[in-house]
């Protein structure tokens, strides 16, 4: 290489270095300006309350009429779907 060569190599990576940084630091917030606000999460409790003893509150009123109402499914029934009684699903006998 030529010392010429050199030169314009090292005026070209100064260049791209300086634009690089430049445009970098537009695009990249700083950390200050990083900052977000969230909502909070309520503490999460391990007891849950029994359906069969009244409510301490109002509110609890209301979340036990959510929870424990008497239109709800109840997944511990069976269901059937269909009028097979096949209880082996890979067979082809009804």
Do not use: C, H, W
Request: no cysteine.
């Amino acid at each position: 290489m030529k010392q010429s060569d050199v030169a314009l190599l090292i005026i070209v990576i100064a260049i791209s270095l300086a634009a690089s940084y430049l445009i970098g630091g537009k695009v990249i917030n700083k950390p200050e300006n990083r900052q977000t606000q969230v909502e909070v999460v309520r503490e999460y409790s391990t007891s849950f309350p029994s359906p069969n003893e009244d409510p301490l509150s109002e509110s609890a009123d209301i979340i036990y009429n959510r929870i424990f109402t008497k239109d709800a499914v109840n997944p511990t029934e069976t269901i059937q779907i269909g009028p097979g009684q096949n209880t082996d699903p890979f067979t082809n006998t009804e």
